[in-house]
Structure formats: structure tokens, C-alpha cells
């Protein structure tokens, strides 16, 4: 590849682009407070509009005014040539412009070409699908590591199972084959950003049948000859779990969570199992208070999907009631949200091995934005031996991720009960 730059070439060890919207200036800020620019880690912000990107260096010089200074470049997501030269300067790219169906292929497209790791928040199944497809052969060759959905979807999910499996190969000397993970609580404003992707995939699905099928199957993400396994479809209605003996409901982020813990698997070279099953929903509580919690959150799902699904209700009365890109919760909100998950694993009809994963702040930006920024910094800065191409968090970054998220991102994984 003539244009390809080895690492040592490069100016800056990240970039992060889109630094200028809601996700992009949390990123920044904790990248400021933790990671503050110096000669042995160098960093800078990148996106289209050069005067909030001034605004943006300027806010974060005047907290603190003794660091460097933040380099600014200017990049728009649509002029392949401006991403091309983004990308050859730095080590890593960490994107928050999204919905990344409509804005994200290009940038890909240029990381791939020349060899630069790249983390993004995409919950988008059907274009990470075309983007594998489309980058995989040259990404191999070039070395660049592409990492798809590093916020709450889908570390929490990919890197909790990956922490279980840990777990249950130390002390038991074999995979678990079925988790089941619940969402036990959250608190936190709703994402502006989230909300665009799924209105998009829904969208998107709505008007071609191929991409309704590719969304809706369940190894949508595996390689082409590792589709095949024990899951069938993802929870869609209020349930009485079995497991738990408690009612459920749907999980809106399970449709993403799930596809990236079974391409985990596959690229692993299913150390879970090939029979491996997994599966995500709202733990909603017993008897009649938790069924009626289960059924209102499934209407509530289904009447979203309902009124997305129409061009006009999706217009006037979705779009309107919902945040926009860009939108998001205050900063009281967001260091008073939390998040707190179960991961039950089946390793037997009578045994179990339960998982608590919770992080410290809201879960669609406090602690995405730790979560991305940490999986940015793994790629820069640890020894990882992963190649180029395609992956997904707990693939490509394993135990060294783990720990980071552990240590620096306010996330917990504690086992609840010993076998």
C-alpha cells in the first residue's frame, strides 16, 4: 500500500473527531483531566466547524492554563480527501459523529486505507455489517484495527461477558453456555444520538427488506460462515423469566448488545462455545407490579416502533418529543445517572454464576464517553498484539480493556455469588 504510514510516523497518538458535539466535548474534557496533552502522549480535536473548535480549545485552556495547548484540525465528514489527511497524522481516531450510517463510512474508509485505529459509539447493526464487508481484506493488510460500538452499546455487554467466561475457565475450567444479562436499574437523560440511530435503522429497514433481514438476525455480525447458532430472535414482548422467576420486559439496546457478544465469540474462535446463547432484557419485578411494569414497557417499545416506522408520526411527533443529536442531559443529571446490570450464567439446569456490572454515571453520556475515550486509549498507548481488520471491544482489547474500564472509567464487575 503506497500510502500506508507506520505508526512512528505519525504526528499525533489520537484525534478525536466530532469534539465539538454533546459526546465529543465530554470526551474531551476527560481526556483533559486525565490525559492531559504532553510531548509522550500527544492528542488533538478534530471536526467540521474551525470556530467551535476554537471555543473548544479555548474553554479547556482556561481550566487550566498550564497544559499545552490542544491542537485543532478541520475535517468534514464528506470530503474523503480533508479524512484522508486526518487519518495519516495520528495513531487512533475516536469518532462521535454519528448516526454514523449517514455520517461515519467515509471516515472508515480512510482508517482502513491507511492503517488507523479507529473506536466509535455506532449501534447501527446493518452498517457495521456493510463497513466489515467493505474494509475487512484491506484493514488486514494495512494493520488498522477497526472497534465498533465502545460505549454503553456494547462494552458493558461484550466485556461482562467476557469477564463471566474469565471467571468461570479460572475456577471451573470450562465456558458457561448461556448468560442471560438484566437490566437491573439506570437513571440518565435519553440520547439525542441513540435516538437519531434507531430512528435511521428503522428507517432504513423500513424501505429494504434485505436490511430488515440482515437487523433482525441474530449472528448478523459474524463472519459469513459463523452465522449459525442457538439464538433465534431477541426478547420482543413482556415475559415471565424462568431463571429468576421474575417478569421482563424488551431491552432497546439488545438488538446491538447481543450481535457484538456473538461476533466476540466467533472471532475468538467461540472460546464460549459454539452452542454459546445470550440474550438481554429489563428486569421488571414479580406479581402483578412487576408484570404490569413489564407489559407498559413493551407497549412504550412498541408504540415507538410503531410511529418510527411512518414517515409523517416520525416527523412531527417523534422527532419533536425525543432529544436531537447533540442533545443530552445536564451535568447534575449525568453525575447523579448510574447504571446497574445482572449476568446470570447457566452452567447447569441447578447452577449459576451471577454478575453485577454497574457504572458511575449516566449511561448514555457520562460514562460512554469514559468508556470510548478508554478503548481510544487502549489503542494508542497499550501493547496490543491484535491485527489489523475488523473487531469488536473484548476481541481486540480483552484484559487490558477490562482493567482500564475498571480503573479509570467508574465501571464494576463483581461476581455475586461463588459456585
Known amino acids: 500500500m503506497e500510502n500506508f504510514k507506520f505508526k512512528e510516523d505519525y504526528e499525533f497518538d489520537l484525534i478525536v473527531y466530532g469534539a465539538t458535539s454533546f459526546t465529543g ?9 486525565n490525559y492531559p496533552p504532553s510531548d509522550s502522549f500527544k492528542w488533538a480535536i478534530a471536526g467540521r466547524d474551525k470556530n467551535k473548535l476554537n471555543e473548544a480549545q479555548t474553554r479547556l485552556s482556561i481550566e487550566n492554563s498550564n497544559q499545552q495547548k490542544i491542537p485543532i484540525i478541520t475535517a468534514n465528514s464528506n470530503d474523503q480527501s480533508t479524512l484522508e489527511d486526518l487519518v495519516k497524522r495520528t495513531k487512533v481516531i475516536l469518532t462521535t459523529v454519528g448516526p454514523y450510517a449517514k455520517y461515519g463510512s467515509k471516515l472508515v474508509a480512510a482508517c482502513a ?24 481484506k484491506i484493514a488486514q493488510k494495512t494493520g488498522a484495527r ?14 461482562g461477558v467476557f469477564y463471566l467466561q474469565k ?7 470450562k465456558p458457561i453456555h448461556k448468560i442471560k444479562m438484566y437490566v437491573k436499574a439506570m437513571r440518565g ?13 428503522i428507517k432504513e429497514g423500513k424501505g429494504n427488506r434485505d436490511i430488515a433481514r440482515l437487523v433482525s438476525h441474530p449472528y448478523a455480525l459474524n463472519p459469513k460462515d459463523k452465522r449459525n447458532g442457538p439464538d433465534v430472535r431477541d426478547n420482543n414482548t413482556f415475559a415471565l423469566d424462568k431463571t429468576l422467576n421474575l417478569w421482563t420486559a424488551p431491552f432497546i439496546m439488545s438488538s446491538i448488545n447481543t450481535r457484538i457478544v456473538r461476533r466476540s465469540n466467533a472471532l475468538m474462535n467461540y472460546p464460549y462455545t459454539e452452542d454459546f446463547s445470550y ?7 414479580k406479581n402483578v407490579t412487576g408484570r404490569f411494569k413489564s407489559i407498559i414497557i413493551t407497549m412504550v417499545l412498541g408504540f415507538f416502533v410503531l410511529l418510527s416506522s411512518n414517515r409523517m408520526t416520525r416527523k412531527y411527533i417523534i422527532k419533536k418529543m425525543l432529544p436531537k443529536p447533540g442533545e443530552g442531559p445536564t451535568k447534575k443529571q449525568r453525575e447523579n445517572g448510574f447504571f446497574k ?13 451471577n454478575l453485577e456490572i454497574t457504572g ?9 464517553s469514559k468508556m470510548l475515550s478508554e478503548t481510544a486509549i487502549c489503542l494508542a498507548c497499550d501493547n496490543i498484539n491484535t491485527k489489523g481488520g475488523s473487531w469488536t471491544p473484548a476481541s481486540a482489547l480483552g484484559e487490558k480493556l477490562l482493567a482500564r474500564l475498571e480503573s479509570k472509567a467508574g465501571m464494576k464487575f463483581k461476581i455475586l455469588e461463588k459456585e
Open 113 to 136: 486505507k491507511h492503517g488507523t485505529d479507529y473506536c466509535d459509539l455506532a449501534g447501527e447493526t446493518q452498517w457495521i455489517s456493510k463497513m466489515i464487508d467493505a474494509h475487512e
Open 341 to 353: 446490570l445482572l449476568m446470570v450464567g447457566l452452567i447447569d439446569e441447578d447452577s449459576l454464576i
Open 360 to 368: 458511575d454515571r449516566d449511561p448514555g453520556y457520562g460514562s460512554t
Open 189 to 201: 437523560g435519553a440520547s439525542g444520538g441513540t435516538i437519531a440511530s434507531i430512528l435511521n435503522i
Open 279 to 285: 440474550t438481554e432484557s429489563v428486569l421488571c419485578g
Open 167 to 173: 471467571h468461570a475457565q479460572e475456577k471451573l475450567q
Open 25 to 33: 466535548k465530554l470526551v474531551t474534557e476527560y481526556l483533559w483531566k
Open 146 to 159: 477497526i472497534i465498533h460500538a465502545c460505549g454503553f452499546d456494547a462494552i458493558p455487554s461484550d466485556m
